[in-house]
């Protein structure tokens, strides 16, 4: 059973995964991500071996992607986060022809083919206005637990609009209003509608919404997000419990690929400590 190693290293969190040729994942793990990326690559995979009870050299290849990708010593290949998201994606949910990642850091809108090449994509600009970094930055001023800002923000009644377009300015009118004892709820929900128009403007920059929609990354966790997101859209989203995993889940299945050309193209199956100079160590 040939095992391929998905290692995603994100701005606040780094996952790994583990896939069989068949496409089945068979372990995985989560950790934050902190200052030392290739700390953090090293603590997700031995996770997820010891998740799947298994060792590093029952896999075969490992494919690295993620804000930190290069920071990943033992990898045989590194692939860019908009490839492994729409691999991802299309391997969750094959229907998908538009892709939603919203991380901590980034929002990609990605529009992709039948066999999950990339027919386009768009990005946020560098404000954290525009992904989960700036939801992290209203949970801290208003002193609640990112995970409990979603389901609370539902309860709104009365939504209160976020006017600032920047991520410090907006956090300062959260706190401003806060202040003048505006409903926690109806704060939160203006809040994600505020990350929604954002996301919104991005997928239409890409023209006509070509369903269906797929929604990947941390931010798929967050209910109201996805309620939010779900009615300016007027769709329903593709959601997997597997969805944060879309990335490196799409750069094991890449890895299965290359390593696949590979063999037949040299009559080998690289080890894992392969060094990292040879041939496809850079795919887009």
Known sequence: MSIVAGIDVGSRSTKAILVDQSGRIVGSSETETGAFLAEAAERAFDQALSNAGMERDDVAYVASTGWGRYQVAFRHIQITDIT???????????????????????????????????????????????????????????????????????????????????????????????????????????????????????VRQMGTVEPEITLTGGVSRNVGMVHSLEARLDVRLNISPEAEYAGALGAALLGHLRMAKRAVGAGFVPALGQPQGWPLQQAG
Do not use: Y
């Open 84 to 202: 492994c998201h729409a691999r991802g994606a299309i391997h969750l949910f094959p229907g998908t022809r538009t892709v939603l990642d919203i991380g901590a850091q980034n929002t990609r809108a990605i529009r992709v083919e039948a066999n999950g090449r990339v027919k386009s994509f768009r990005m946020n600009n560098r404000c954290a206005a525009g992904a989960g970094r700036f939801l992290e930055r209203v949970a801290r001023a208003m002193e609640l637990d990112l995970e409990s800002i979603g389901p609370v923000a539902l309860r709104s009644q009365a939504k209160t609009p976020i006017s600032s377009v920047c991520a410090v300015l907006a956090e300062s009118e959260v706190i401003n209003l806060v202040s003048h004892e505006a409903r926690v709820e109806d704060i939160l929900a203006g809040v994600h509608d505020s990350l929604t128009d954002r996301i919104v403007s991005l």
